[in-house]
């Protein structure tokens, strides 16, 4: 694992004046879903970012360390979170952190994909720094401040995310079984969201 499996506490505190963007996976890792937010921010259109296409605009730097964390967590489908920089629309590094759970089928808990969060970065590392993350442990996004609107859909994907987030898989089997159900059918929603909005993958 880049970075150590560690689960200490990260260095970065995301922005709360700036919504958590929302996305979902398959369980190729292909992206299915994305918040509008992410064009704000990068400058890329929602149409150019699905499946693999949002690499494009991580950070040249980062791009590596980037794939190869989220690589290892579609592998094993296991949580992840990440930090790392993307090219904002002036061609500048902005710091983002990201995380996603894995999203199981409530049957046979065959991995479907992820459902996850992008977030601003409130302050910058040190210099120098690169990106980094662990697999196995999500940590989930600060409530935010922020005023703009979001559907309603990734209103309630950002509330299961962070009850997962703040939840220990395993220390109730009831509980644990309700938010993976929460998961598995909110990333449904989304994914059946997209298609309102006219986006297609990319293949």
Not at 96 to 108: K, L, W
Not at 131 to 137: D, M, P
Not at 157 to 186: F, K, M, N, W, Y
Request: glycine share 10%; proline share 6%; charged share 25%.
């Amino acid at each position: 694992m880049l970075a150590g499996r560690r689960t200490r506490t990260p260095w970065w505190h995301c922005s709360q004046s700036a919504a958590p963007m929302i996305f979902t996976t398959d369980a190729a890792g292909k992206l299915s879903y994305l918040s509008e937010g992410w064009t704000e921010v990068t400058g890329q259109t929602l149409a150019d970012a699905v499946d693999y296409g949002w690499i494009d605009v991580v950070w040249p730097d980062d791009r590596e360390i980037v794939r190869h964390l989220v690589g290892d967590a579609i592998a094993e489908g296991r949580a992840f979170s990440v930090t790392y920089r993307l090219l904002d629309t002036d061609g500048r590094a902005k710091w983002v952190c990201a995380g996603a759970v894995p999203s199981c089928a409530p049957r046979d808990r065959s991995f479907l994909g992820f459902l996850g969060t992008v977030c601003e970065v409130s302050a910058g590392p040190a210099p120098g720094k690169r990106a980094s993350g662990f697999v196995g442990r999500f940590i989930p996004p600060p409530e935010s401040a922020a005023r703009r609107v979001r559907p309603g859909h990734e209103v309630a994907a950002g509330h299961i995310l962070r009850a997962r987030g703040l939840t220990t898989q395993g220390g109730s089997p009831a509980a644990d079984r309700a938010l993976d159900l929460a998961v598995c059918e909110i990333s449904r929603q989304l994914i059946r969201t997209r298609s309102h909005r006219g986006i297609r993958p990319n293949h």
